[in-house]
């Protein structure tokens, strides 16, 4: 399984509504069902791209900053009256947003 860091980026289609003005983002664990009482990063809704899809880069959203491991990806979309709809999941990605520790026992020689 490929591992994805801070420049790895969420892709996927808005609803056709035209009263979406944002989208949530959460990060639970992988293979369990999405939970609105989650923390959510709420990203506001920009135009798609040529392909038709938009696409949210992970490291802008401060809920992702310490993501090591496998997670599931839930996606809602919010209108203009604040009434979030249903999920869309990305199941079971996994992060690697934690840098290695230190090299040990070090030394200069000859």
Excluded: C, W
Excluded at 49 to 65: E, M, Q, R, S
């Amino acid at each position: 399984m490929s591992q994805f860091g801070p420049n790895a980026r969420i892709k996927f289609k808005q609803p056709p509504d035209a009263d979406i003005v944002a989208n949530r983002v959460r990060f639970h664990a992988a293979n369990t069902q999405p939970d609105l009482a989650t923390p959510f990063d709420e990203v506001p809704v920009t135009p798609p791209d040529a392909d038709g899809f938009t696409y949210i880069t992970v490291g802008t959203l401060p809920k992702a900053a310490a993501l090591d491991g496998a997670y599931d990806v839930a996606i809602t979309a919010v209108d203009d009256a604040g009434q979030e709809g249903p999920f869309l999941d990305i199941d079971n990605v996994d992060f690697d947003f934690v840098p290695p520790g230190a090299p040990t026992d070090g030394t200069v020689v000859e």
